[in-house]
C-alpha cells in the first residue's frame, strides 16, 4: 500500500515522514492530476510518482503554496507540467532562492536543483486546468503570496502552513504587518464556504467543525500574543516551534 489516502473522491492526500507534510493530488479527467507541494525526501517524492504513475495518473499541473523549502519541491518523474505559485511567492522563490536551497538541503537533501523552487508566477482566481475547479485564495500570511487552493466539488480546502493541528500560526516577522496579514490570511479562510475537510501543510486532515477549531485557536493564539504576554500554547511541542514563539514574543515587544 502507497501512502496516498483518498479523502474525498478524486482527491488523495500523502504524508511526510517530515514534519507531517501533506501532499495533495486531484485526480482530472483522462488520467491528468493536479499536484499539490509535492514532498519531502528525495525517497517520498519518487515514491510519490511511482505510485501516480501505478494509479495511471499524470502531474498536468502543480501548485506550490507558498515559497518555502518544503513546499516547492518535485521530481523528475513527476514530468514537465507547470508548476504555478502565486506572483509574490515566485518572487521570493527567486529573491530569497540561496536560503531555501540551504534549508532543503539541511533537512532533505538530495533534490535536484534543476527543478528545485522552479515555478511560474500564475495571478488568477483559480488553477488553470481541466480537472475539478480549484480556486485560489491568496494572501500574505505566513509567506508572501500564500496561496490556498478550494475544490468546491469535494469541499476540500488545502491551506498550505495555516490552520495546522500541530503547529501555531508561524508569522512573517519580517513582512511590515505580520499581525494585520495573519489576520488578513485566517479571515480569508475563514469567508469560504462549504468546506467539509481541510488539509493543513503540516498536520492532519480535519471535518469543518475541526476547520473551526483551528481557526478559532488560531485567532486565540495571535489574541494572546498581542497582549504581549508569555503563554503556552498546546501545540508547542518541539524546540523549533518554541524558538518561533520566542521570536513571535519578540517581535509583538518591539
Ligand atoms: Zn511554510
Known sequence: MGR????????????????????????GPGGGCLLIDPGVTVAEVAELAGELAARS??????????????HVLWGRDLGTAPRYAAPAAVHIAETERPGMVE????SAPGHDLELFG??????ALAIPWD????????????????????????????TGDMCSDVEIPLLDTEAEDAFGDYRTGLARL????????????????????????????????????????P????????DWMRDAHARHLEHVQR
Open 131 to 158: 480537472g475539478p475547479a480549484a480556486e485560489l485564495i491568496v494572501h500574505d500570511a505566513h509567506a508572501p503570496g500564500h496561496g490556498a487552493v478550494f475544490l468546491p466539488e469535494t469541499g476540500v480546502l488545502v
Open 4 to 27: 496516498l489516502s483518498e479523502i474525498a473522491p478524486g482527491v488523495l492526500v500523502a504524508t511526510s515522514s517530515f514534519a507531517l507534510t501533506t501532499t495533495t493530488v486531484v485526480t
Open 190 to 229: 475563514a469567508a469560504v464556504s462549504g468546506v467539509r475537510q481541510v488539509v493543513p501543510g503540516h498536520g492532519h486532515v480535519g471535518d469543518a467543525a475541526e476547520l473551526r477549531r483551528r481557526l478559532a485557536a488560531d485567532s486565540g493564539y495571535l489574541d494572546a500574543l498581542a497582549l504581549r504576554q
Open 118 to 123: 522552479r515555478l511560474v508566477a500564475l495571478d
Open 231 to 238: 503563554f503556552d500554547d498546546p501545540r508547542i511541542t518541539a
Open 103 to 106: 534549508g532543503m538541503e539541511n
Open 57 to 70: 495518473l499524470v502531474p498536468v499541473v502543480g501548485w506550490a503554496t507558498h515559497p518555502h523549502w518544503d
